[in-house]
């Protein structure tokens, strides 16, 4: 069984300040990772995965993520919050395959960013 | 492209009642997933549908049914509504085979009174 938990149901930043966003999972197999963000109304769209290979990923909008396995960690970081970036985030997991199938999502965060 | 599209937009039922929402893939996607939102939470994976077959379903129970039409576009049907069905139910699709995410469409916000 796969499980994610979101640390921090709200995060709130300055415009400019770094953002970090926790996320760590459970799974019996070697996991495929996502990020996603949703705004107001509407779906997820996806920010970034981690499949195999590099365990820094980059994502869009500026978005990485490092996966580190001794801490079953998958952590979203962006340098310098842009007020855009406030909506909800979800990290993801599936044994599915990279192509992000039966996801098992967190209980997402909210990120607000202040002027 | 056209992305996934889902009607209605929003809907109101009350308990008791039926329910069918839809879904339009991606042109070019043959694999749909179903997934519920409920308010605060995050997405619970329903089913998958692939060549209009169930292709893996979650811990969700049988009055919860879906269908995929040779077009590729899909229904969700839901029986006997219970108040904790309220949420919002969003589809994905992507094409089995290739290595690219699924797109999700913007959901049906489904409001049970």
């Known amino acids: 069984a796969q499980s994610v938990t979101q640390l921090g149901s709200h995060v709130s930043v300055s415009e400019g300040a770094l953002v970090l966003l926790r996320c760590n999972y459970s799974?019996?197999?070697?996991?495929?990772l996502f990020w996603y963000v949703q705004y107001p109304n509407q779906g997820l769209q996806l920010l970034l995965k981690y499949t195999t290979g590099a365990t820094l990923v980059k994502g869009i909008n500026g978005f990485e993520a490092e996966f580190k396995k001794s801490e079953t960690s998958f952590h979203l970081t962006k340098p310098s919050a842009h007020m855009s970036d406030a909506a909800e985030y979800f990290c993801a997991v599936s044994d599915q395959g990279s192509s992000g199938d039966k996801l098992t999502f967190g209980t997402g965060t909210r990120l607000a960013v202040r002027p | 492209e056209t992305g996934v599209t889902q009607s209605p937009t929003h809907l109101i039922k009350t308990r008791g009642q039926q329910v069918t929402l839809r879904c339009s893939s991606q042109?070019?996607?043959?694999?749909v997933s179903w997934y519920q939102q409920a308010l605060g939470q995050g997405p619970q994976f329903i089913f998958q549908?692939?060549?209009?077959?169930?292709?893996g379903r979650g811990n969700f129970p049988p009055r919860f049914s879906g269908l995929q039409f040779p077009n590729y576009s899909s229904e969700l049907n839901v029986n006997a509504l219970e108040l904790d069905d309220s949420a919002l139910y969003l589809c994905a699709s992507r094409q089995q085979g290739s290595n690219q995410p699924q797109h999700f469409g913007d959901g049906t916000r489904l409001s049970i009174l």
């Open positions: 042109s070019g996607h043959n694999t």
């Open positions: 549908y692939y060549r209009e077959e169930e292709n």
């Open positions: 799974s019996s197999v070697p996991p495929y």
